[in-house]
């Protein structure tokens, strides 16, 4: 009988958590920098993934920067400079790319950290990447930037590596 109280009493404490979460992680108009709390983990993700459809689904990274991307930005991509405007500039150059598209996207966040892989492909430019991005956080905005490519020339002993 006690089993089946604390089996009952863990359900619902369980059903409470649940649904307790989504009123606090609402959709973002823009990050918010001194964001804290228990569930800072899923407002990291969230922010993420949304940044994520707005920079590689809708090909927007002005959006994507001004949504999560307000302030300070460091850059370690060795091929565009530190900064926001930089960073947007050479996004935008690179978005103009003909039959750009992006598949395979997963991604991770919490901890201060931001991890989103993808494939970027585009037949007209003869590019074929996956692409790990990893973002620093404060709060859910994004402040920093690094990311690995490895170039896929589909000819790989192992066509299952990358994704």
């Known amino acids: 009988m006690r089993f089946l109280a604390a089996f009952?009493?863990?359900v619902l404490y369980w059903a409470t958590t649940i649904t307790a979460a989504p009123a606090i992680i609402?959709?973002?108009?823009?990050c918010d920098a001194t964001a804290k709390g228990p569930f800072l983990r899923q407002r990291q993700e969230a922010a993420l993934k949304d940044f994520a459809k707005l920079f590689l689904i809708d090909k927007n990274p002005k959006a994507a920067f001004d949504k999560y991307i307000p302030g300070e930005y460091i850059q370690h991509n060795p091929d565009a400079l530190s900064g926001r405007e930089p960073a947007i500039a050479?996004?935008?150059t690179l978005?103009?790319?003909p039959g750009l598209v992006y598949s395979n996207i997963t991604l991770i966040a919490g901890?201060?950290?931001?991890?989103?892989?993808?494939?970027r492909k585009s037949v007209q430019a003869d590019m074929?990447?996956?692409i790990m991005d990893r973002m620093?956080?404060?709060?859910?905005?994004?402040n920093e930037h690094w990311d690995v490519r490895q170039r896929i020339y589909g000819n790989e002993t192992n066509p299952l590596a990358f994704f």
């Open 136 to 142: 620093g956080f404060k709060g859910t905005c994004m």
């Open 8 to 10: 009952f009493i863990a």
């Open 26 to 30: 609402k959709p973002f108009k823009v």
């Open 128 to 130: 074929d990447m996956a």
């Open 111 to 119: 901890n201060g950290l931001g991890l989103l892989h993808y494939r």
């Open 95 to 97: 978005q103009a790319t």
């Open 90 to 92: 050479y996004l935008i």
